[in-house]
């Protein structure tokens, strides 16, 4: 049975649909509440709910007598890759702020691979981050992390599910580059279901190495982004 509170909850998410799919800048104008009723064939009292609750998120913004207005900028999500920024950090310049919905941790022991990526020796005890993040129910990255276990070790509960940049330099380690490769990737549908994708699209997987000032590997990284709602642009120069 589909309840008014899912019902309001499915039309927010086909308005953000529509807002990344037509890859609306800051600033823009929506359609009506009466248009979207049409579009979306909801009742305009469904569609004020949702307009209400957005605009409550910040996500839109609705001008007396003028319209409904995009308060976020979906384009700049991803749009400088050059620059080194989480993906919170990300969001957040776009001004949308991402939740953790699900992660875990787990202590593992790093195989040659890792030993080599993380220029640790093989057996060295190791931490396993994994966090699905998203906004309005949907999943927007879904991020692994590997570190070494004493860089973690007095890690708290909101460390693991915040900026992971954030959290390792209030303890004095600074992230200043890392080396990445970016690979496009078409889930399997078992792994979309358990990183919570509603829906299959391509995800664009960055896979990186980041270091400190010193040249000291960190932590070794693959972030898979939302191909609905990531962008990566990166200049390149002729020389």
């Known amino acids: 049975m589909i309840t008014r509170e899912s019902l309001v909850s499915q039309?927010?998410?086909?308005?953000?649909?529509?807002?990344?799919?037509?890859?609306?800048?800051k600033g823009e104008r929506l359609f009506s509440i009466d248009e979207l009723a049409r579009f979306l064939s909801v009742s305009t009292t469904t569609v004020r709910e949702a307009i209400r609750s957005l605009e409550?998120?910040?996500?839109?913004e609705v001008k007396q007598g003028k319209g409904i207005y995009l308060a976020i900028d979906p384009r700049s999500l991803g749009k400088n890759i050059a620059q080194l920024k989480s993906a919170t950090e990300m969001a957040?310049?776009?001004?949308?702020?991402l939740e953790t919905f699900r992660w875990r941790v787990e202590e593992i022991e790093a195989d040659q691979?890792?030993?080599?990526?993380?220029?640790?020796?093989?057996?060295?005890?190791?931490?396993?981050?994994?966090?699905?993040?998203?906004?309005?129910?949907e999943m927007a990255v879904y991020l692994e992390d590997i570190l070494t276990k004493e860089l973690v070790a007095d890690f708290t509960p909101s460390d693991w599910q915040g900026s992971l940049f954030n959290a390792l330099e209030k303890r004095g380690i600074f992230i200043t580059h890392s080396l990445a490769q970016i690979?496009?990737?078409f889930p399997e549908e078992h792994f979309a279901k358990e990183i919570g994708l509603t829906e299959l699209v391509p995800l664009l997987v960055l896979e990186h190495l980041h270091f400190d000032a010193t040249g000291r590997v960190v932590?070794?990284?693959?972030?898979?982004?939302?191909?609905?709602?990531?962008?990566?642009?990166?200049?390149?120069?002729?020389?």
């Open 183 to 185: 690979i496009p990737y």
């Open 219 to 239: 932590a070794f990284s693959k972030d898979y982004y939302n191909s609905k709602y990531f962008r990566f642009e990166v200049v390149r120069k002729r020389i």
């Open 92 to 97: 957040q310049e776009s001004g949308i702020h």
């Open 56 to 60: 409550q998120l910040h996500v839109l």
């Open 113 to 137: 691979d890792l030993a080599e990526k993380l220029k640790v020796h093989p057996g060295t005890s190791l931490v396993f981050l994994a966090r699905v993040r998203g906004f309005e129910g």
């Open 11 to 25: 039309v927010k998410k086909e308005i953000l649909n529509l807002v990344f799919r037509q890859r609306l800048a």
